[in-house]
């Protein structure tokens, strides 16, 4: 698939740009701070409705607006969609597909699927589980949009659960017979949509192992150190030995009763995937505080790269977006990572310099300068 127009609307530091895209490779060129990651930024919270940079909606709407606009027409397979997002911090977002209204935001999940690559992506490696849970269900939902009605379930469950425990704690007496009951049906909500979520991750993961492995010995050019990764549930069960629902939900439900009391004293859910994490290895070592520099940006290519793998096997290439990760690599993983992305469909890359572009990568240009955005001519 690929984006064939952008257009934004009162969108970080844009008030309106509108542009035409191509298949192929585009290249988005200007000095720091001009407005290039705000282009492709936009895309990526089409595809997964959240930012790479930030975690509230406020930042992306422009400073004096009170709504910001993200508009694409996205082409796959010769038919067009338009997909529209209003952005409304405070309030609730809006989506229309095609120019109609559709009735939750995230039905829009999957009608866009792009793979996005950024400097941030180092926190993959070195950052809080929590990156890596966002990694997992971020793919999880692009590959499976109604899994995205279980996050939020699974999120609000929590929120629930987490506010009533946090009751019984600060009120400092034993809990009533009528907070316990409620506290149950909560229980068993974090259950069925806890063990939901961890089995599509585990399952994920699964389908992921093989080819970051690939991924990884391709672009670090080391096939001695062995990347590997696994999933660690907060349960401390073993993970890749329980992978079906069922036996999740009994698992979660069980350790919840035999954390009753600190859970109370302490007013928080203690278990569940909101405490999992995703252990990278390189050899025996764990990756955080042991893998290099290189190693760590090997990684993190490695589960972009697989990402991007596992996308198109499902049949529909996604969007390739590499925000000014060439400057971050030396020679060698430019290189590499130039000749695994030129074969996709779409592949929009921001830079500071051209220079920093690998010349199989030349394609379309784009200059960004104070906001404006304009194609340049080709020789
Ligand atoms: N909500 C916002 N309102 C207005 N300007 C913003 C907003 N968010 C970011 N900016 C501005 O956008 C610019 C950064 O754009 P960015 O796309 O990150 O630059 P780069 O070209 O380096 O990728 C900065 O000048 C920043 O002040
Ligand atoms: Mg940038």
Redesign the pocket.
């Given at each position: 698939m690929w984006v064939q127009s952008l257009s934004l609307t009162d969108?970080?530091?844009y008030m309106q740009v509108d542009c035409t895209l191509q298949r192929g490779v585009t290249t988005?060129v200007?000095?720091?701070?001009?407005?290039?990651?705000?282009?492709v930024?936009a895309i990526g919270y089409l595809a997964t409705l959240g930012s790479h940079?930030v975690a509230t909606d406020?930042?992306?709407?422009?400073?004096?607006?009170t709504q910001g606009i993200i508009r694409c027409e996205v082409v796959n397979d010769e038919r067009v969609i338009m997909i529209e997002l209003a952005i409304n911090p405070g309030a609730a977002n809006k989506a229309r597909v095609n120019r109609s209204p559709v009735p939750k935001v995230r039905d829009v999940l999957g009608l866009l699927r792009t793979v996005l690559f950024a400097p941030e992506d180092l926190a993959l490696v070195k950052g809080d589980p929590s990156e890596r849970r966002r990694f997992l269900d971020d793919l999880l939902v692009q590959r499976t949009p109604r899994l995205a009605s279980t996050r939020s379930d699974y999120e609000r469950t929590l929120k629930q659960r987490n506010a009533l425990l946090k009751s019984s704690s600060i009120a400092r007496r034993s809990a009533s017979t009528e907070m316990l009951r409620t506290l149950e049906v909560w229980d068993e909500k974090l259950a069925e949509f806890g063990s939901e979520l961890v089995a599509a991750r585990i399952s994920l993961l699964d389908d992921l192992i093989n080819l970051g492995r690939e991924k990884y010995t391709f672009i670090s050019g080391d096939d001695e150190t062995l990347f590997g990764m696994k999933y660690v549930s907060a349960l401390g069960v073993d993970s890749p030995l329980l992978t079906d629902r069922e036996s999740w939900r009994l698992v979660i439900l069980d350790a919840i009763h035999n954390k009753r009391k600190e859970e109370l004293d302490r007013g928080l859910t203690l278990i569940g995937p909101h405490r999992d994490d995703i252990l990278l290895t390189l050899g025996q070592m764990p990756a955080k505080g042991y893998a290099s520099h290189g190693e760590s940006w090997s990684i993190a290519l490695a589960l972009r790269l697989a990402s991007f793998d596992l996308l198109r096997s499902d049949g529909v290439d996604p969007v390739l977006i590499l925000?000014?990760v060439f400057a971050e690599l030396d020679v060698s993983r430019r290189q590499r990572l130039a000749e695994q992305v030129s074969t996709a469909t779409q592949v929009l890359i921001?830079a500071?310099v051209d220079m920093d572009i690998p010349e199989s990568l030349n394609g379309v240009k784009f200059s960004?300068n104070s906001?404006t955005v304009t194609l340049q001519e080709t020789s």
């Open positions: 969108l970080r530091s988005f200007g000095r720091n701070g001009q407005g290039k990651t705000n282009l930024e940079r406020a930042p992306l709407v422009r400073t004096g607006a925000d000014d921001t500071a960004v906001g």
